[in-house]
């Protein structure tokens, strides 16, 4: 996948980032891109427990077999938390592409009892796996577009 083409996922991800935070959800969002660069599923997070990268994960595991989804690539505003990036991982999606840190993430949520982001990064959560998961993120010049959503967000 082409740089532009991450851009223009991760546009689509904070679309749905966008749609979720009007409906009462924390606002992140994330798609599945297949082998052809087309949006399989899109999926906003649903609460605390549940958020956007895994629930697609596991619809994404439950609809298409690991062979196929190997080819495909998870994009999520945010990068994925620990229990996002291993559901990723044991769905076996073979590529992630994310806009901003986990750390700037942090630094807007701080405590907030709704979402106490955790400080560790996907690529360390990947290492310590048996494949070779690609792994594209952050992306500067798509950062204050995607964080704007959670700006005043976690301040509730
Ligand atoms: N990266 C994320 C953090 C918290 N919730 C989500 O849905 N996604």
């Not at 980032?17 to 599945?32: D, I, N, S, W, Y």
């Not at 399989?40 to 958020?51: A, E, K, P």
Request: proline content about 6%; charged content about 20%; hydrophobic content about 40%.
């Amino acid at each position: 996948m082409t740089r532009d083409q991450m851009l223009a996922h991760l546009r689509a991800a904070d679309a749905v980032a966008r749609e979720a935070a009007a409906h009462g959800h924390h606002p992140f969002g994330a798609v599945l891109v297949g082998p052809d660069d087309a949006i399989l599923m899109r999926q906003g997070n649903i609460d605390t427990l549940h958020h956007a990268e895994t629930e697609l994960a596991r619809r994404a595991a439950a609809a298409y077999p690991p062979e196929f989804l190997w080819t495909c690539t998870l994009v999520s505003t945010g990068e994925p938390c620990a229990m996002c990036t291993g559901t990723l991982y044991w769905a076996n999606i073979g590529q992630l592409v994310y806009g901003f840190e986990e750390t700037e993430l942090l630094a807007l949520t701080g405590d907030h009892p709704e979402n106490p982001t955790m400080s560790l990064s996907a690529r360390i959560v990947l290492g310590s796996g048996q494949k070779k998961i690609d792994v594209h993120g952050p992306f500067p010049e798509i950062e204050d577009e995607l964080v704007s959503v959670h700006r005043g967000f976690w301040q509730r």
